[in-house]
């Protein structure tokens, strides 16, 4: 795959399929040398879809091939068509994806999951939550959540990746299961939430780190890394602007009202954008056409719509939506900070998102012509829709990372 370049990825995203291994006799093979399929695919440490085209490779493919030993010439063309669909399918035509040799990129082999842990930590004074889960020897991949979510959003992503990383998640001061101040003892800002996420890596030791931004998360994500640029390892961007071209102008108008007219009928006219109808249906199923629903979790929603459930509650996120105008004022100075520091990014982002639009992840190319960019057939809560894509995307690409 080469870098600098754009990959749009369509609804027919091949994704590896694979044999159910369930344990017994019907998940072993053996091998060549008189092995058993399943213990190769544990010491591979494989998982999921992986560990079943090893099986089905190591169990069926072979067991094929002793069979036409037998048989000779007739049972072939068979083995050859099995072994075929055991390594994976071919790749679409007109596959922008796809090499020359007609096969889909080979995604890399999963690995078993770490077990997730829920932990709080002390920071600036206030409780902070966070998931967590990976070795601690492991490189670090930090997952900053957008509105109006948490942690949870990466529920899914967080054991994709776990078996090969230390993944951090924290939740906002005010978001999620972190503390909530109130909105009248605390003005919500994002300097606000990038000082404690900053103190949050500070507390947890993390020196090194890959920093993954979604929608909020960039803002908040720029601010740490300019604080600390010594820290970042790479960046990881996913439906998160740094450029206007991902902005319509009626979002554009939206924000400055919000910034500007800080009165009871402003801000009541922001908190009709943290409704709940307006979460579900605004927030995340509008970017969804209505045969890609079943991808969304209604979990997702239920979750955040739990944690804006009181008015105070819902004042934060209102106070950080009048806030965000000081994010499109500080656009030059991230970019700039990108010109100069030119750190490894990888763009990963839903193009169906009807907020920020696809012509943002493209900018982005334009500071960091060796960006490697990926438009999916997902929208603006992409992980929601494309876990799997993305974790093989962010894996691909934190193996070429230098330590």
Sequence with gaps: MKRGTERGEGKGTTLA????????????????????????????????????????????????????????????????????????????????????????PAAPDAAWPEKTYYRTVAV????????????ADRPVLLLLHGFPSSSHSYRELIPLLSGRYRVVAPDYLGSGFSEHPGPD??????DLLADHVTGFTEALGLARYVLYMQDFGAPVGFRVAMAHPERLRGLVVQN??????????????????????????????????????????????????????????????????????TPEDRAIQVQLLQDYQTNIDAYPAWQA?????????????????????????????RDLPGAELHLLDA????????AVAIAQHVTRFLERLPP
Excluded at 124 to 135: D, K, M, Q, T
Excluded at 185 to 190: I, K, N, P, R, S
Excluded at 350 to 359: E, K, N, P, Q, V
Aim: charge should be positive; charged fraction near 25%; glycine fraction near 14%.
């Design 240 to 309: 998160g602007n740094a450029y206007l071209d991902g902005l319509p102008e009626e979002l554009r108008a939206f924000i400055r009202r919000a910034h500007e007219d800080r009165s009871q009928a402003g801000a009541a006219a922001v908190a009709e954008v943290v409704s709940g109808a307006a979460i579900r249906d605004q927030q995340y199923l509008r970017h969804v056409p209505g045969e890609r629903r079943e991808r969304m979790s209604p979990d997702a929603w239920t979750h955040d719509l739990a944690f804006l459930a």
């Design 17 to 104: 399929i694979g044999a159910r291994t369930t344990g017994g006799a019907s998940a072993r093979g053996r091998s060549g040398t008189g092995g058993d399929a399943r213990s190769e695919v544990e010491r591979a440490g494989l998982t999921g879809a992986a560990a079943g085209r090893r099986v089905h490779r190591t169990g069926l493919g072979r067991a094929l091939q002793r069979f036409a030993s037998v048989a000779l010439v007739p049972l072939v063309p068979l083995v050859t068509a099995l072994a075929g669909c055991a390594g994976g399918l071919p790749a679409r035509r007109g596959d922008p994806d796809a090499p020359a040799g007609g096969r889909a």
């Design 124 to 135: 600036r004074g206030r409780r902070i939550f966070y998931r967590e889960a990976g070795r």
């Design 185 to 190: 003892e605390v003005t919500y800002t994002f």
């Design 337 to 365: 900070f990108l010109r100069a520091r030119k750190p490894p990014t990888l763009v990963v982002w839903g193009r169906s998102d009807a907020d920020f639009i696809s012509a943002g992840a493209r900018a982005y190319l």
């Design 379 to 386: 929208g603006h809560f992409a992980v929601e829709e494309q």
